[in-house]
């Protein structure tokens, strides 16, 4: 009797002129749509190997799609090794995020310390109790490398180099750098201090996509420090010889060799190779761009625009609303080998009918994107409407409500 009157209710309410009939309420059942079939590629029996038939010249070495973090290429990935300077990308990582929460600001200023001031190695020669900001001090960090900058941005951030070191080993451990310990914020200390190619990747791909604002200071080739009396140069290469280069950071001690974690974007795929442990200064600008090469003559990104789109329309059992429409929650990116994008499908499984409450935002089904029986990316699909559950004590109120209405008409 009470289910009777709910659909009754709400039929009424909805202004349906025909009575819904209740579906099966022992299963929901699932539909699958094809939304995009793979086009005929019989023109086309290009493959491309998923090792490739070439090696680096370098200790190690990784390269992934950075959207994705799709992994393309790898050699003696997870071997732990020094790596120099090529810490700081975690100390730039952690001062960007310190700018983006609104910690600190870019025009914050920052008094150089004693200990600061004593870096060696690559440095901007603070002196103690000069100031500058905390952008000047990036700058130099991620143009010229230095040292005693990176101690200076540290101290600001958490009040000591020991204490940012703890924090740069926290986010480690939070980003899944299985294979890392951080014993300073510069990379001047090589006994008990390393990494490894796939972790500086992970640390690589976090600081450009979650904070591309830092490209800004990664790509400068030439500037100048302590009011132009100073000359910045980048120590990067690429970026002056590689199209398309966005960052990131070398690194050389004795120990470490010459190492590099290089990122790249050609129309939409970007890219980030590692390399540690080369012989030369040349092989690891060299041998990076072989890596970068392979990648964009090999593979391709793929946007797949959905976000706030409709899905398609989903019925609702016992609810006040008797169907709402579903609409996609975000965009995805793919990694597939150039050429074939076309060969991507896009698979739609919503159910049939739920069972109300639904809540606006809620999961309903899911967009699969696939390739060759791979599954590359899933896009949830979620309600656009709420449906409260149609109990007897709101069907009559629906029903009082739609009789005054059409009274007072």
């Known amino acids: 009797m009470v289910i009777a009157i709910c659909l009754f209710a709400c039929t009424v309410s909805s202004g349906l002129t025909s009575q819904i009939e209740a579906p099966d309420e022992q299963s929901d059942v699932s539909i699958t749509i094809m939304e995009t079939n793979a086009q005929n590629q019989e023109g086309d029996d290009t493959e491309v190997s998923e090792t490739p038939k070439f090696t680096v010249d370098a200790k190690a070495a990784i390269l992934i799609e950075a959207d994705t973090g799709k992994v393309l290429y790898t ?25 983006d929460s609104g910690k600190i600001a870019p025009t914050d200023s920052v008094t150089v310390s004693a200990y600061a001031s004593k870096m060696g190695g690559s440095q901007v020669y603070l002196k103690e109790g000069e100031v500058f900001t905390v952008e000047e001090l990036l700058k130099a960090v991620a143009v010229h ?53 796939a972790d500086v990747a992970i640390m690589s791909r976090e600081l450009i996509i979650k904070h591309p604002k830092i ?5 400068i080739w030439h500037d100048t420090f302590r009011d132009g009396t100073f000359d910045l140069d980048n120590t990067n290469k690429l970026v002056k010889r590689y199209k398309g280069t966005t960052g990131i950071k070398t690194g050389f001690t004795n120990a470490a ?26 092989l690891r600008f060299s041998e990076s761009a072989r890596l970068l090469n392979y990648g964009f003559s090999n593979w391709e990104s793929v946007k797949i625009e959905k976000k706030g ?8 059992r016992k609810g006040i609303v008797t169907e709402i429409p579903v609409t996609y929650s975000e965009d ?7 050429g074939s994008k076309d060969k991507i499908t896009e698979t739609l499984e919503i159910p049939e009918v739920v069972n109300a409450p639904v809540v606006e935002g809620q999961t309903i089904g899911v967009l699969n994107i696939d390739i060759d029986g791979e599954r590359l990316a899933s896009i949830p699909v979620k309600a656009a409407k709420n449906s409260e559950r149609c109990t007897l004590v ?6 009082l409500n739609r009789w005054l209405t059409l009274s007072i008409r």
Not at 86 to 99: F, G, N, P, S
Not at 215 to 219: G, M, S, V
Not at 394 to 399: I, T, V
């Open 309 to 316: 789109l409709e899905a398609g329309v989903v019925k609702v």
């Open 75 to 99: 050699f003696n990935e997870h071997e732990p090794l020094p790596i120099a300077s090529i810490t700081k990308i975690m100390t730039m990582l952690l001062v960007m995020e310190a700018i």
């Open 257 to 282: 060799g010459f190492c590099l974690s290089a990122s790249a974007e050609r129309e939409g795929t970007k890219l980030i190779s590692v390399l540690l442990g080369a012989k030369t200064n040349d």
């Open 145 to 197: 490398s230095a040292n005693d900058a990176s101690v200076a941005l540290a101290e600001a951030i958490a009040g000591s180099e020991e204490a940012f070191v703890s924090m740069m080993n926290e986010k480690a451990e939070e980003l899944g750098m299985k294979n890392t310990r951080f014993l300073d914020c510069t990379g001047l200390t090589d006994e008990g201090h390393y990494s490894t190619a």
């Open 394 to 399: 709101k069907a009559l109120g629906m029903l």
């Open 215 to 219: 490209i800004h200071y990664t790509t």
């Open 332 to 338: 995805a990116i793919v990694v597939v080998k150039k």
